[in-house]
């Protein structure tokens, strides 16, 4: 058995406890600006979302020889970094002769560290698109896997060669990077490289390749 503290202590305590508490929340507020200090300054970074708009020049292999290819891609950006959008691009060289490219599909991308100067994105393209190849012949070109080869060998000896085309849709496929330069807040300029894949029919060449991007972004 323990007899109880006379009433003199008891208040000597509570006197100590209340004047440790309010030390301690003395040293507390004294101590937030000197670790506010040490974090670095606070920084207000704004979260956008709007429209963007990127006229480019693609530069991709087709055919044996460079050709390029103009179009562009718009569409929606969340929280500055998700596109969503389309785009669609297709040959400028349009002589007789040669290859014709076209193709288009849904766009989307991701931009990495979109406040900085400099910056990193990445976008890919999944759509539809159509070859034509020049060739002469003269009567119905063959059935069969070998169309391609078969209508490009085929003439009409009485009239001679009769020119024209033959046509394919594809399904095509293009990721690709970029790295993009901050001009204003609203204008970048963006320089990349990717990758179309195709699917590709027996018989027919390939309309696979590499490309090389310039592009101008809007946004809005």
């Keep these: 058995?323990?007899?109880?503290?006379?009433?003199?202590?008891?208040?000597?305590?509570?006197?100590?406890?209340?004047?440790?508490?309010?030390?301690?929340?003395?040293?507390?507020?004294?101590?937030?600006?000197?670790?506010?200090?040490?974090?670095?300054?606070?920084?207000?970074?704004?979260?956008?979302?709007?429209?963007?708009?990127?006229?480019?020049i693609k530069v991709t292999r087709l055919d044996g020889k460079a050709t390029p290819l103009a179009g562009g891609y718009g569409g929606w950006i969340k929280d500055s970094h998700l596109l969503i959008g389309g785009g669609g691009y297709w040959s400028t060289d349009r002589k007789r002769d040669s290859r014709n490219l076209a193709y288009g599909g849904l766009v989307v991308g991701w931009f990495f560290n979109p406040d900085q100067k400099i910056s990193v994105g990445a976008k890919g393209l999944l759509g539809l698109g159509e070859v034509s190849d020049a060739v002469t012949f003269g009567i119905p070109y063959c059935e069969g896997p070998k169309e391609y080869l078969c209508a490009a060998q085929m003439?009409?000896?009485?009239?001679?060669p009769t020119f024209g085309r033959l046509r394919r849709e594809i399904l095509v496929a293009e990721p690709e990077l970029n790295v993009l330069a901050k001009l204003t807040p609203r204008l970048r300029v963006s320089a990349g490289a990717g990758y179309r894949a195709t699917s590709d029919r027996r018989g027919w060449p390939s309309a696979k390749g590499a490309t090389g991007t310039v592009s101008v972004q809007f946004s809005f």
């Design 1 to 56: 058995w323990c007899p109880a503290p006379p009433p003199r202590l008891r208040r000597a305590r509570r006197s100590a406890c209340v004047g440790g508490l309010a030390g301690l929340l003395l040293l507390l507020c004294l101590s937030a600006p000197a670790r506010a200090q040490n974090a670095g300054p606070l920084v207000f970074q704004p979260v956008e979302n709007g429209f963007v708009l990127a006229p480019e």
């Design 155 to 160: 003439y009409d000896s009485r009239r001679g």
